[in-house]
């Protein structure tokens, strides 16, 4: 009997093991943090076991027999489920202060919790989607802030740079449940195995290729371009430096093609166009998360003027362009613009 392969097998590195691990190179945090991610651990497994059974409601819904587990009771949508589960999660944590969803209009103002007869005073601020894009894949994205300062929360506290985020993650309902994220020193995947109930470390330490073969953008839009982004997608189809063409991958759920670039290297693009000026996607919960877990893999994140955690929102629900993907195919992205500017 193979007793190493057997050994490898039964030690199982679970999210809770490596977040403990994570911790304790921080001795000064009183396990705060641990707390916070292995609530919003409970949040995926959570939307994780919804986006299921709702695959199977939709099913029955189109056979057009009626829902009897829902007894009469309106189903709820899922995308107003998922952001009940996470606010409930985040909140019951007792370790957040405050919390910006994509689903609400106003940032969650969180009570302090009493610990004993003592209030804590909780710093850490959640942005998050809970279900991004549910008309294909289904994903959730967070990132986490702290308070700079030991005052009452204000709304500024959220409105960080994305270089000031301590974590970010994203969560892929898909076939099988994969919970990305990086706590600043390195991006992890984990995959949540079903007979037990824990994510399980299944890509350790994810580092995304220098240059990519694969192009991601929707192209749909490409009568309303800019220069650069139009110049930088005719070099990915016909390059004139001998290289061969690069493919084009385009799934429409930021996540999964952001997900797919990490593992395969290349770019994702979300520009800028004539209709849209600040592109689609949303700051706080979707450009920085991405762009800190790409420069944690070593690739880069640029919103076509500047890197894009360098970028200070004004407002919880501002859009930005953004280019985000292996270091040299977004250097090659930064020299067209820089090309325009100086016109
Ligand atoms: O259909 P488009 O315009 O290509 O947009 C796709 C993008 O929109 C998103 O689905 C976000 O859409 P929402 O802003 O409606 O949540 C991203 O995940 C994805 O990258």
Redesign the pocket.
Known sequence: MDHSADAQRTDLMTITRFVLNEQSKHPESRGDFTILLSHIVLGCKFVCSAVNKAGLAKLIGLAGETNVQASGEEQKKLDVLSNEVFCKALISSGRTCILVS?EDEDAIFVQPSLRGNCIVAIRYCVVF?PL?????ID?GIFGIYMMKDNHEPIIEDVLQPGKNMLAAGYCMYGSSCTLVISTGSGVNGFTLDPSLGEFILTHPDIKIPKKGKIYS??E??AKNWDGPTASYVEKCKFPTDGSPAKSLR????????VHRTLLYGGT?L?PADKKSPNG???VLY?VFPMSFLMEQAGGQAFTGKERALDLIPTKLHERSPIFLGSYDDIEEIKALYAAEEGK
Request: glycine content about 12%; some cysteine.
């Open positions: 994509e989607d991004d894009g549910s008309s294909n994903c953008v929707n749909g839009n385009y799934i429409g759920s930021m996540v999964a093609d994702f979300y689609k996607l949303r979707e």
